[in-house]
């Protein structure tokens, strides 16, 4: 399975971007997929998931401001991010995993200034 993610980029604080995360097979062969950030000097977080059942999560720091969606027929799982600030700059990766398997995207590199 191959996840190749892209949409980062530099923008200004309070504005927005739309990542997008595209997979190898159809996004509903995934139990669970997921948007991961690390910012520089940190531990990799979650940031958002979304269930093959189109169930939703995020963490505290984006509820609000981040909206995970796929979309089944391009086998692409989307982050839009609206409301960005400086605290949001990182490296975004896609995750996807089954029951018994666990997939990884390349990093895409999103850079918000003040």
């Known amino acids: 399975v191959q996840l190749q993610a892209s949409g980062g980029g530099l923008v200004q604080a309070g504005g927005s971007l739309r990542l997008s995360c595209g997979a190898s097979?159809?996004?509903?062969?995934?139990?669970?997929m997921a948007w991961y950030r690390q910012a520089p000097g940190k531990q990799r977080e979650l940031v958002a998931t979304?269930?093959?059942?189109?169930?939703?999560n995020y963490a505290n720091s984006v509820k609000g401001r981040f909206t995970i969606s796929t979309d089944n027929a391009k086998r692409t799982v989307y982050l839009q991010m609206d409301s960005l600030t400086p605290e949001d700059t990182a490296v975004y990766y896609c995750?996807?995993?089954?029951?018994?398997?666990?997939?990884w995207g390349q990093g895409t590199q999103v850079t918000v200034s003040s």
């Open positions: 097979r159809s996004t509903n062969s995934f139990n669970r």
């Open positions: 979304i269930t093959s059942g189109g169930s939703t």
């Open positions: 995750n996807a995993n089954t029951w018994n398997s666990n997939y």
